[in-house]
């Protein structure tokens, strides 16, 4: 694939993620508005029981979802650096309440010990992963905040993952039960896996982005 077409492939699948997480950021809105009329039939009991931990966990990752999906349009941050730090900090805060909100609920997850494992290490990888990427950026390590902030956001992208694998595996299994337990890993383990093959063939840190290491913790 020769560099032009290099280029149009990153842009469309950045599109694709824009979109797709748009669209889960205002499923999520939706729970909060309409409440139990959206909520999965097999999970309304424990949503009820929590709301403490469902709103919060649906509105910040909604706002985590949408700002984060924006950060890695091409050259966003050299074009546009104060709303890259803007965008940056709200994500940072979402990601963390949301992450807090899952852990929580993971506990209680439908299903037993696989789903609630399955969600809690999510949960624990969204606070881990973007507990790193906000003190590499307040060290000025520009390149490993980029790092962690890849692995933050493919542990995030995993409530629109969720959504696209989830019915797939009820008409696989014919049943809520073995396909929750399943979505549980599955919405999130490949998201790190191929980010991590990302990371590992792309391009080094610009001179650019070396730069910006010294404004972008200000």
């Known amino acids: 694939m020769n560099s032009q077409n290099s280029r149009r492939f990153g842009t469309a699948a950045r599109g694709v993620v824009t979109f797709l997480a748009a669209a889960i950021a205002l499923y999520a809105l939706s729970y909060l508005i309409l409440r139990e009329k959206v909520f999965p039939p097999n999970l309304v009991d424990s949503f009820r029981a929590r709301p403490w931990g469902i709103y919060p966990h649906a509105l910040f990752g909604g706002i985590a979802l949408a700002c984060g999906s924006v950060q890695f349009w091409r050259n966003l941050p050299f074009s546009h650096p104060s709303l890259h730090r803007a965008l940056g900090k709200v994500y940072v805060v979402a990601a963390i309440i949301t992450g807090t909100a899952g852990l929580y609920m993971s506990f209680f997850a439908y299903g037993g010990v696989v789903p609630r494992l399955g969600f809690g290490l999510l949960a624990a990888s969204v606070l881990t992963a973007t507990s790193i990427a906000w003190q590499m950026i307040r060290q000025r390590d520009i390149a490993a905040h980029r790092r962690w902030m890849l692995r933050s956001f493919a542990l995030i992208f995993a ?60």
Do not use: K
Not at 171 to 186: E, K, M, N, Q, S
Not at 193 to 217: C, D, G, N, Q, W
């Open 159 to 218: 409530a629109v993952t969720l959504r696209l694998e989830l019915p797939i595996l009820i008409g696989i299994f014919r049943a809520f039960d073995p396909a929750y337990a399943i979505v549980a890993w599955l919405c999130w383990v490949p998201n790190l896996v191929m980010t991590e093959i990302y990371i590992r063939l792309r391009v080094p840190a610009s001179p650019r982005e070396t730069v910006l290491a010294h404004t972008s913790a200000q």
